[in-house]
């Protein structure tokens, strides 16, 4: 195994002026903080690139789509500037998403958990298979999901977001986050998924780009705090996840 599949990896390909931007983690997809840097830089990069039309976002292997946070890294945060900088990464993507001038298709092909969920929630539209289930596990170990908190809600509602964040042991199905609207399409399979997804992405790439980009705008309508919002956000969780509470449901679930 490579030094390279130990740390992860984000990176884009482009074909067919649709950019797939890929990120991986042998921790089941999960991202430590340079993961978070490098996906918000690939997202700026496809925004600013007049040869791409269509963002695909989409994680590697046959598990989990993402995992969230890495506990690892959460484990390592000594004090509330580093938990702060740590969770602000996240918030970075979901503004990196936001502010993004392409459309994002996200292909959501297993289950998706914590920042996972935000990341699917960030996409402007999210196709998936029925083995995307998802689920908020942030305050069974002392946090929250805050700084997700507007993408999700935006997304699913404020009551399905409270239902999710308090019941933080229990799978909510693909069927279920279709039907509150986090995804537009759920699928039998990985396959179907692909096949369904590439069509998608390739014929949004053929639309009026500035049409797309106009709409992009309505989409993420009354998001113009969210650069100060996710921030202020993040520092709730940094100053959280200090907790000797946090600290010990961590290591437990380590085990």
């Known amino acids: 195994m490579s030094l390279n599949d130990l740390q992860g990896f984000v990176h884009t390909t482009i074909d067919n002026n649709v950019a797939k931007i890929t990120f991986s983690h042998p921790a089941s997809n999960s991202f430590p903080s340079h993961l978070l840097d490098k996906l918000v830089l690939e997202l700026n990069n496809a925004s600013e690139n007049n040869s791409i039309n269509v963002v695909l976002l989409q994680s590697e292997g046959n598990g989990a789509f993402c995992a969230g946070a890495s506990f690892d890294e959460l484990l390592l945060i000594a004090n509330f500037e580093e938990g702060k900088k740590f969770f602000s990464g996240f918030a970075n993507v979901i503004n990196a998403m936001r502010k993004c001038s392409k459309i994002i298709v996200g292909r959501i092909h297993g289950k ?15 196709m ?98 969210w650069d100060e919002l996710l921030i202020e956000r993040a520092a709730i969780s ?3 996840v200090l907790s000797d509470f946090t600290k010990n449901a961590l290591n437990q679930f380590k085990k």
């Open 128 to 225: 998936a298979t029925t083995e995307s289930a998802v689920k908020l596990s942030e305050i069974a170990i002392g946090i929250g999901p805050f700084v997700i908190e507007p993408a999700v809600a935006r997304k699913i509602g404020k009551t399905a977001f409270a239902e999710m964040t308090l019941t933080p042991n229990d799978w909510q199905t693909a069927s279920w986050a279709k039907e509150k609207g986090l995804y537009a399409n759920v699928y039998q399979s990985r396959e179907e998924l692909d096949k369904e997804v590439n069509a998608f992405a390739n014929k949004l790439a053929t639309y009026n780009q500035e049409a797309l980009l106009q709409m992009k705008k309505v989409f993420w309508n009354e998001t113009s705090n």
């Open 238 to 240: 940094g100053k959280l």
């Open 112 to 126: 998706a958990v914590g920042g996972g969920v935000g990341l699917a929630s960030a996409c402007d539209y999210a």
